[in-house]
């Protein structure tokens, strides 16, 4: 659930952006390019912090599952994947535009899910075993893509 309303409200921004023309505007602002860049990365987590929240509320009501152990699985892969969906497409969006991004948006969605269940036969027990280094490693995917965000939004042009 937080994956998906995380995805929906990050490319609900973008769109918003793209039909608003709101870049153009924000950039004739004296706002520094790379500060427009961090402001995303900052929405698209704080996005992912509140569907993570509603999550574990949802589930917490639920008096058969136990939370802790949810949090400890689920979520820690929920986060990580939406981190490493979150570090192609927001670079990508910055680089395409809003319109482009939307397939790609798709295909990276889809295209673990197709790769993971098809050719590898990996379940959700396997992925859970390398939680932390899944963690660690899509956090660190984060970061390098803000970097890569800001190079691309500074060439960019409007």
Known sequence: MSVIITIGATVKTFEADSKNESEVIVNSL???RKQI???KYIVAII?????VTVGCFTIGMKSEVNLFEFIETTMVASISFILVYLSFVLPISFWLGYKKTILITIVIFMAPIVILETLFQINLEQIQLYNSMLFVSSICMFIISIFVSVKIYKKREF
Request: glycine share 0%; hydrophobic share 75%.
């Open 47 to 51: 996005i992912l912090f509140i569907s």
């Open 30 to 32: 004296p706002i520094l």
């Open 37 to 39: 860049v961090y402001a």
